[in-house]
């Protein structure tokens, strides 16, 4: 098995987006859950969280939200009081050209995290570049407020020995190598199955299991950074 040259890099990011909303609002938090292209659409479709201790702050930064220039769909999908914060789950569609997402797509890479609050974004992602080129990526279309990068010697102390077992680590370096993380992926589910001996639904079991352990290792250390509550 090639060694994995990755590497996991948490960057704060202020440009020109609906984001920068949440400084006006600075005690909203937005968490998002999930953001996917949609292939020959150039848009995002977005699950996203949105939370406050204030229920009309809440309701006044949605409205923003709605009203804001690249936000094409926007839904509320529910909204809910839980530990005494209110929080609405809002359904968006947003543009990909141009977008922190796209450069993250192409350029060999694969965001986990992604937290909006006091203006900035919060992203947490697992790269195969090395961290300055990719940086000067994302210079080209947001500030770089400050970053912390996990190399790969460190990542696979922190994340592969304490998480991964040799088998996932395989799977993971495998699924890269062969692009399916990439935009338009250059294998699907099925065929790397195939590749790896395994059936689909087994591999796609797998590979939640590794992105959820890699997800609450980055999420936990961003609770200890005071990026998340």
């Known amino acids: ?44 479709i977005a699950i996203i969280e949105v939370y406050s201790d204030n229920v009309k702050v809440l309701k006044e930064f949605l409205d923003e939200v709605k009203r804001f220039h690249n936000i094409y769909r926007f839904e509320v999908i529910d909204s809910y009081s839980r530990r005494g914060r209110s929080i609405a789950l809002v359904n968006i569609f947003t543009n990909f050209k141009g977008s922190i997402t796209e450069l993250v797509t192409y350029h060999d890479s694969y965001k986990y995290s992604e937290v909006m609050h006091g203006g900035f974004e919060n992203w947490t992602i697992l790269t195969w570049m090395r961290p300055q080129d990719f940086l000067s990526v ?20 922190r994340y592969a020995r304490g998480a991964l077992t040799g088998w996932e680590l395989e799977v993971l370096n495998r699924a890269y190598e062969l692009g399916y993380f990439d935009w338009p992926r250059r294998v699907n589910l099925g065929e790397l199955a195939n590749i790896l001996g395994v059936n689909k639904a087994t591999l796609s079991q797998e590979l939640r299991i590794i992105i959820r352990k890699l997800a609450l290792k980055e999420l936990e250390g961003s609770r200890k950074s005071n990026l998340l509550p």
């Open 1 to 44: 098995m090639m060694p994995l040259r990755w590497g996991v890099l948490r960057v704060r990011l202020a440009h020109d987006d609906w984001s920068t909303l949440t400084g006006k609002f600075n005690n909203v938090n937005v968490h998002v859950i999930s953001s996917t292209p949609i292939p020959g659409k150039d848009k995002i």
């Open 138 to 157: 994302l210079r080209e279309r947001a500030e770089v407020k400050s970053y912390t990068w996990l190399s790969v010697k460190d990542t696979s102390s």
